[in-house]
């Protein structure tokens, strides 16, 4: 919400996230937290480890199987880095094996108090479950921890270090004392410490609930969805409601996506040719945005990864989220990608009668 209002309210929104990517490599940051959990338990076995492991992952890949767009990752396999961190998360689960039954007991009385409990504070209105509180040290568990030198890094590590600085305030309203540190974990066992100096946090927890205050006045006064959203480079880069966000588009019209991590574009489309395979197929787009190729893009999708999107009329209007720029301008599609019909995207209403903590989404005209 501090980045965007509009963002905040689509998070809240469950039908909204039909229309969501979801990253799989939070899904094995989740897994990787799994084990690590598992291994810290007085009874743990190597067997238990694996279990763990192929549990959480059968778990999320089953609920990929199912969404309009995470479908393309129903095989675990495809996951981007999938063996590379199942690797570390069993060295890392069997290192704690290794480190002896009294670590091991120490660790399970901590988790218990701790782990991924539900915690409130702040009358209830700040909730969040923490990966671990071992009474000193907030822990979370991420995939992975962004290289410096990639555009979108600072943003994701600001909002690392912000989730921590939260829930600093809700462990210590929780559980009656101010916890020392915070500290992120990636599955290749990179760490980051993170200060947690009380009155920092404590502003902050201020500021995300004066950020929800004043969003849910603005729904109970029924404002336009656009005018809740802010785009800029920072706000639009990592958002992932990008292709259904009415401010968006014609801000990406005008400023193009060069600053973006992903290429963003919309076009109107002039025909779809058929590959040989018939999961292929070429959409030709009339693309007009900075620092794109002018004139008709040829744009190549896969129906099993991108979706059916051959029945679209000439004239239709697309928007494409997550794609690649190549050096010439042109658009790529990858494995990410995700493109649309515009007339099959739900429009955003705020319903205005009362605080709902999220707009309403009704079928496109």
């Known amino acids: 919400m501090r980045l965007c209002a509009l963002r905040g309210a689509l998070a809240a929104s469950e039908r909204a996230e039909n229309w969501v990517l979801h990253d799989p490599r939070a899904w094995l940051g989740t897994a990787f937290h799994k084990v690590l959990e598992v291994a810290a338990q007085p009874d743990a076995t190597g067997s238990a480890i694996e279990r763990a492991w192929a549990t959480a992952v059968a778990e999320r890949a089953a609920t990929a199987a199912t969404h309009p767009l995470d479908s393309r990752y129903s095989a675990p396999d495809r996951w981007p880095g999938y063996f590379l961190v199942r690797q570390r998360a069993i060295s890392s689960a069997q290192r704690a094996l290794a480190a002896g039954d009294a670590s091991r007991h120490r660790n399970a009385r901590r ?9 409130l504070a702040r009358g209830g209105r700040l909730a969040g479950r923490p990966d671990r509180f071992d009474g000193r040290i907030i822990t979370e568990y991420k995939s992975s921890i962004p290289d410096p030198s990639w555009s979108g890094a600072a943003a994701v590590l600001d909002s690392y270090q912000r989730q921590l600085r939260l829930y600093a305030v809700i462990v210590a309203d929780a559980l009656g004392h101010w916890p020392a540190a915070g500290r992120i974990v990636a599955a290749s066992g990179q760490a980051i410490d993170v200060p947690l100096a009380r009155a920092a946090c404590e502003a902050e927890a201020s500021a995300a609930l004066d950020e929800l205050d004043g969003l849910n006045r603005r729904l109970v006064a029924a404002a336009p969805a656009e005018s809740l959203a802010r785009p800029s480079e920072r706000a639009c880069g990592l958002c992932p409601f990008q292709a259904l966000c009415p401010a968006f588009w014609p801000w990406l019209a005008a400023k193009g996506s060069r600053g973006l991590p992903d290429t963003a574009a919309a076009g109107v489309l002039d025909r779809v040719e058929l590959g040989q395979d018939r999961d292929l197929y070429t959409a030709y787009l009339a693309v007009r945005q900075p620092f794109l190729a002018e004139g008709l893009q040829p744009l190549i999708l896969r129906r099993r990864i991108h979706g059916d999107l051959t029945a679209s009329p000439r004239g239709a209007f697309w928007r494409i989220v ?7 301008g042109r658009l790529r599609a990858d ?24 707009p309403l989404l009704t079928p496109g005209n």
């Open 111 to 119: 988790g218990r108090a701790s782990t991924e409990r539900l915690l």
């Open 335 to 358: 494995l990410s990608t995700c493109a649309f019909d515009v007339d099959d995207l739900p429009d955003i209403v705020v319903a205005g009668a009362s605080p709902s903590f999220a």
């Open 322 to 328: 997550a794609a690649r720029a190549k050096p010439d």
